[in-house]
């Protein structure tokens, strides 16, 4: 694949995260899962797209931890801004040969979100799958995939820049010595970054939680008491 300037510059901004080949995580893990649920899908995947390959920071329902960039529908969807809809990959050229469509997973239906950054350099997607064909995704599911796209980004976000503030209170840590009062404090300063790490991914599951619809609640039956008040009203008609 010939590299563009613009291509270039989007890898560049990638590689700045540093989260590719990472481990997994929770909050990464939760959103994937919470798109599963709203959109009622087998599949989902927090994906980043880099020169050759996309790689899953988080999957539900993919045996794959990554797939050749050449077979990646989300190759696709980072070209750009709004969300990218494939309704039946069977029937679409682009995809009708693909292997993750003949072979598995199997795909048919196919939606994903740019996850981009704030000068709109886009690092990947979140998506949705089904082995089935659906109809394409309305108005109002393109913004709750937006949104978890959004929710996605602020967490690598964070994720990069606790990562930057912790190395530089590693190296202060080295610099300072063991039996040193800065050493105390660079301690502390990692401890609460901890927290503000744990803090940040419960504020992300609070806010997924908004998004997510609450399961149907079951009809209440009437007790035999309100029958009996039923047969005693047709009766007093009937007089």
């Not at 105390?184 to 599951?205: F, I, P, T, V, Y």
Request: charged share 30%; net charge positive.
């Amino acid at each position: 694949m010939e590299i563009t300037a613009e291509e270039a510059a989007r890898l560049a901004t990638l590689l700045e995260y540093d989260i590719l080949d990472s481990e997994a995580e929770e909050a990464f893990d939760r959103l994937a899962e919470i798109a599963t649920d709203l959109f009622q899908v087998p599949m989902a995947a927090v994906s980043l797209v880099d020169g050759y390959r996309q790689w899953f920071k988080s999957r539900v329902g993919l045996p794959l931890q990554e797939t050749p960039r050449e077979f990646a529908f989300c190759h696709h969807a980072i070209r750009g801004d709004r969300v990218f809809v494939v309704a039946d990959a069977a029937r679409d050229r682009r995809f009708a040969a693909n292997p993750l469509v003949i072979k598995e997973p199997a795909i048919r239906f196919y939606a994903g979100a740019p996850l981009l950054t704030a000068d709109g350099q886009a690092l990947g997607t979140i998506c949705v799958m089904d082995r089935r064909v659906r109809r394409p995704l309305s108005p109002r599911e393109k913004r709750m995939l937006q949104k978890l796209a959004a929710m996605v980004m602020e967490q690598i976000e964070l994720r990069r820049h606790v990562n930057r503030v912790r190395a530089s209170v590693q190296r202060a840590l080295r610099l300072a010595g063991a039996r040193s009062p800065a050493h105390a404090e660079c301690q502390k300063a990692l401890k609460a970054l901890r927290d503000l790490q744990a803090l940040a991914a419960r504020a992300g599951r609070q806010r997924a939680r908004l998004i997510t619809p609450e399961p149907a609640k079951p009809r209440r039956r009437t007790g035999s008491g309100g029958g009996e008040r039923r047969a005693e009203r047709r009766g007093q008609a009937r007089k």
